[in-house]
């Protein structure tokens, strides 16, 4: 059964913690941030987190490793994301049919300058694909990132207060609504097994940040 859940948990948080720097000791820092809001596609809110793994998986990995000719290089793909299901000030705690939803996904991603253009037109057709039948403009979202002001921070409101006074200090701590699947996560090359053994062949040992005070709690 897939986990249901409404909070960012510890392991999730500390993961999307690091990912960021991890990105950039490795050479592909996150530098775009895509949106995709599922309330605006034919997909079911409880079928969101399978139908991303396979826009992700079977679409924009392959994409990142066979680039087009002339459309710029292969790279590893490298990313962090988050799910939530809140519109403005109105979190949805449950899914269900008929039940209303803004289930969405952030996926904060390396993108290869020379590629941005063809990734952009691309995001699109791959999730209009996978709806099959009616998926809106509005559903994909893309920004790039010049200055990351705390992307990953902004992303772990959804923390439970503990997680996120260590993970998110100095973002409004608040539930993101109810997430069926799993709710975060990171590729490999930037996930907690690499980056253990990053810090093993460097010499490096992490302790978990100190928890700080959470604003709006």
Request: net charge positive.
């Amino acid at each position: 059964m897939r986990p249901r859940t409404t909070q960012i948990g510890f392991k999730g948080a500390q993961t999307l913690y690091y990912a960021k720097r991890q990105a950039q000791n490795i050479g592909l820092p996150l530098n775009t941030l895509v949106t995709i809001n599922f309330s605006h596609t034919t997909i079911e809110p409880w079928e969101a987190v399978k139908a991303f793994g396979r826009w992700r998986i079977s679409h924009f990995n392959k994409w990142a490793k066979r680039p087009q000719k002339g459309c710029g290089n292969p790279f590893e793909p490298t990313y962090a994301y988050w799910f939530e299901n809140k519109r403005d000030n109105e979190i949805y705690d449950a899914v269900g049919k008929g039940l209303p939803h803004n289930v969405h996904v952030q996926f904060y991603v390396h993108i290869p300058p020379i590629r941005s253009f063809n990734f952009q037109g691309r995001a699109y057709e791959w999730l209009d694909f996978i709806a099959g039948d009616f998926c809106a403009k509005e559903a994909v979202k893309i920004e790039r990132v010049k200055k990351d002001n705390g992307v990953i921070r902004y992303g772990t409101k959804g923390a439970s207060k503990a997680v996120a006074g260590r993970f998110g200090a100095g973002e409004i701590q608040c539930p993101q609504g109810m997430i069926i699947g799993r709710r975060t996560g990171t590729s490999l090359n930037i996930g907690p097994s690499a980056r253990r053994a990053m810090d093993k062949k460097l010499g490096i040992v992490r302790r978990v940040p100190s928890l700080r005070p959470l604003v709006g709690v």
